[in-house]
């Protein structure tokens, strides 16, 4: 399990209206090149997204899906990526002060990601998840959590 944290200076709403906005996934989500699809319900349990992600010329299509989703609280995603598997994502946004402490939390599930579970990859996957927390902070600060839209 890779579990990282960010304070974010901005209140948690403005952080969960950048996360319930599933076509501005790949602005904070490292590897994410774009988004192909959204489904409208999103980010309600159930609802998924898929995206395109890689490095370079090498990609691949991966599925996000909610599974819990608490407005403004907890938002749990499992993103799929085959071969490397499914993985759980656990977003909480903690109020502290005005600010947000958003507390972010990856385990792999199944497949090859599970299976190469330990020390070297969960050092890795901490390292993308922080850049990825220091990208979303980035974007909820500049106070454009605005509504992309399909694209």
């Avoid at 699809?37 to 309600?44: F, K, S």
């Avoid at 159930?46 to 599974?67: I, K, Q």
């Avoid at 792999?108 to 050092?123: S, Y």
């Amino acid at each position: 399990m890779a579990r990282c944290h960010q304070l974010i200076e901005c209140p948690p709403r403005t952080v969960w209206e950048l996360l319930a906005d599933g076509y501005r996934y790949a602005e904070w989500v490292s590897g994410a090149q774009r988004i192909t699809y959204v489904e409208p319900e999103w980010p309600r349990a159930g609802a998924h997204l898929r995206v395109r992600v890689g490095a370079g010329p090498v990609s691949l299509e991966d599925t996000c899906t909610v599974r819990i989703s608490e407005p403004v609280r907890r938002l749990e995603l499992e993103a799929q990526a085959s071969p490397f598997g499914a993985a759980r994502i656990a977003i909480r946004l903690i109020p502290w002060g005005a600010d947000t402490l958003v507390v972010f939390d990856w385990h792999p599930l199944r497949g090859l990601g599970g299976r190469m579970h330990g020390l070297p990859i969960d050092w890795a996957v901490n390292l993308r998840n922080r850049a990825m927390l220091v990208k979303l902070a980035r974007a909820a600060e500049a106070g454009t959590a605005t509504p992309a839209g399909p694209s």
